[in-house]
């Protein structure tokens, strides 16, 4: 949802914007922007309503601007369509001014109103443009409380940085429910609203708390709340490297991800695994006390995590014992919550800034429920606001599509599950440690279906003109069949359903035809011989159907299926972390058949911080 970079240091801003703005691309790619102040004391203000490479063209077709204060922005588009006029950043009346902003501003009306009343001129469609005109209104030689006195007038979600000519040596950000983290370099400093866009410069970010303001010059940074009282920023260190964030060889960032899904997996149960082989997790916030007294567990995330969570919740009920319910953050932050101080709340969340997922939590949280964040990124929003937090560890993900986040989310939720069962008393050790010994196999399981690749991109030549896709599965693998769908709807724009396969007669059935194929995980389960007769009922229809195997153990007559991907055996309860990789695979190379942007998918966004 919109990528931020800022910059104000010795070195020209533009390169370094510009390098950002591709690595943020992913955030929202409607269209992007610059502006840097000139030494002279004017500014060079560049739009672009395509991608950021065609930016990055026309600032070079223009000629580099030298300055070195600078703000960048690539656009999710929300209020306006794309366009020039609509992309960021945005000025005031003077021209001085220049703001970039991710976020809603709810009352931007209002304000519009008033704002032409007092003679402002907008020149855009967006919300955002009030946000400049504000701080025009409010600036007395100091950008900063302009930017707080602006602020106090807004409704509303908001990550912005402003700059302006009359202070030509700083940058001003500020956030509200929408993230934003303050990099520190050797006499530099950034404002960006990932990570990721900061690591080729420095690994010390500090991190803004809701509602705080920060005024970035080249040698320092001053943290202040809305009512301008200083506080001492909360500095971390990153151990991402940027190298990570690359495309390492790989055609795609999506290709790259699923194939560090091995070592992410190795990452992630990295210092998590004591020599008895049980798991232990120091840092998940809830005492043995409290995990004792649990009632339930309720589970909220939103796209890939909702599904996650879904897979989650049945280790969770299997291995802990504990009644768990699983609800899409949008729908779980508006229902009438039953939960209490007995109530353990998980939320997953790759990013830790999912707009609905924030809002479920702090939901839960009035009724006095505990809340663990599963996340992938240090000090983001979910991470700060939970009692606990168990990282993910999966590095970067660039790619809109999640991959090997999911992967490490289904891990997560296992683990979970084994200190919730562990501590509860409820999960005998010898069947605690077959688990771990089975999680600890899954790295090398995912590196064998790896190998399929070439077999999977054939399967996917022979079906890349349908038009709709069925994905079945039952119990564990149900999750992963929606989001085998999901996978192949979001990068290849085949319409795909995923459904659990005892439902198909009741509806979907009625959709199949020799032109609809059927993807049907009946990998080793307890439910398998059931969805085989589920397989039974689609090729009586005439469906093609690609079967998700276990190795040597083909559960169909010879025939019955069209196509047969076999993936090592492996414990129902680990299965779903191996089974998702052929489907990522094929939905990878069903997009590429089909020409799509696998990286950046039409419409799609990789953090949605908007509700
Ligand atoms: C977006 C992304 C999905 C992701 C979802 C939740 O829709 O495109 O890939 O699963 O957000 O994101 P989160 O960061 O909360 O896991």
């Not at 970035?216 to 506080?231: C, H, N, P």
């Not at 047969?564 to 299965?575: K, R």
Request: net charge negative; with cysteine.
């Amino acid at each position: 949802m919109c990528g931020i970079i800022g910059y104000a240091g010795p070195r020209p801003a533009a390169p370094i914007l510009l390098e950002s703005l591709q690595r943020l691309e992913y955030r929202g790619y409607d269209s992007a922007g610059i502006a840097v102040l000139e030494p002279n004391g004017g500014s060079t203000v560049v739009k672009n309503d395509h991608k950021v490479a065609e930016l990055v063209r026309q600032v070079e077709a223009e000629g580099l601007p030298e300055g070195t204060v600078g703000i960048g922005h690539t656009r999710w588009a929300t209020h306006g369509r794309p366009s020039v006029e609509n992309a960021h950043p945005h000025q005031d009346c003077s021209g001085n001014i220049h703001l970039i902003h991710n976020g809603i501003i709810e009352n931007y009306r209002e304000l519009r109103a008033e704002l032409i009343g007092r003679g402002h001129t907008f020149s855009s469609d967006t919300d955002t443009e009030v946000v400049p005109h504000l701080i025009e209104d409010q600036f007395r030689g100091d950008l900063a409380a302009a930017v707080r006195g602006a602020l106090k007038r807004i409704r509303g979600a908001y990550a912005l940085v402003v700059m302006s000519a009359e202070q030509p040596d700083r940058i001003v950000g500020a956030r509200l429910n929408a993230p934003l983290v303050v990099g520190l370099g050797h006499g530099e400093s950034f404002i960006s609203s990932d990570i990721t866009a900061l690591i080729p410069y420095t690994k010390r970010v500090a991190l803004l708390g809701e509602g705080e303001v920060v005024t970035a010059t080249a040698s320092r940074i001053d943290v202040q709340t809305l009512d301008g009282t200083f506080i001492e920023p909360r500095v971390v260190t990153v151990d991402w490297e940027a190298e990570q964030a690359q495309k390492g060889g790989y055609p795609h960032y999506l290709l790259k991800e699923i194939h560090e899904q091995p070592d992410a997996v190795r990452n992630a149960l990295r210092d998590r695994i004591t020599d008895a082989g049980m798991v232990a997790l120091p840092d998940v916030g809830i005492s043995d006390t409290d995990i004792a007294n649990l009632r339930e567990c309720v589970l909220v995330a939103c796209g890939s995590a909702w599904y996650a969570a879904m897979v989650a919740r049945q280790h969770i009920e299997r291995l802990a014992g504990l009644r768990c319910s699983v609800e899409a953050a949008s729908e779980f932050r508006y229902s009438d919550v039953l939960s209490d101080e007995h109530s353990l709340v998980i939320a997953f969340s790759q990013s830790g800034e999912t707009a609905d997922t924030l809002a479920a939590v702090r939901h839960a949280r009035r009724n006095g429920a505990r809340v663990i964040a599963v996340t992938n990124v240090v000090g983001s929003a979910l991470s700060l606001e939970a009692d606990g937090v168990l990282y993910m560890q999966a590095g970067p993900e660039i790619s809109v599509a999640a991959t090997k986040t999911f992967v490490n989310q289904m891990l997560c939720g296992i683990l979970l599950a084994l200190h919730l069962g562990d501590v509860r008393g409820v999960l005998a050790v010898e069947e605690h440690q077959r688990m771990v010994e089975e999680l600890q196999r899954v790295p090398e399981l995912i590196e064998r279906v790896l190998g399929l690749e070439d077999d999977l991109g054939r399967i996917a030549q022979r079906y890349a003109h349908a038009r709709t896709a069925m994905y079945i599965a039952r119990g564990m693998n149900f999750p992963v069949a929606l989001e085998g769908a999901l996978k192949l709807k979001e990068i290849s724009y085949v319409h795909a359903e995923g459904y659990a396969a005892g439902e198909l007669k009741h509806g979907p059935i009625a959709l199949l035809d020799p032109e609809v194929p059927v993807v049907a995980i009946a990998t080793r389960s307890r439910t398998l011989p059931k969805l085989v007769t589920n397989v039974q009922e689609v090729r009586s229809r005439d469906a093609p159907v690609i079967a998700l195997i276990t190795e040597g153990e083909d559960p169909f007559d010879s025939g019955l299926v069209q196509e047969t991907i076999p993936v090592p055996g492996c414990d129902e309860l680990v299965s779903p972390l191996v089974d998702v990789v052929p489907l990522q695979l094929f939905a990878y190379h069903m997009a590429v058949q089909r020409g799509c942007d696998v990286d950046q998918p039409r419409n799609l966004a990789k953090s949605v911080t908007v509700e």
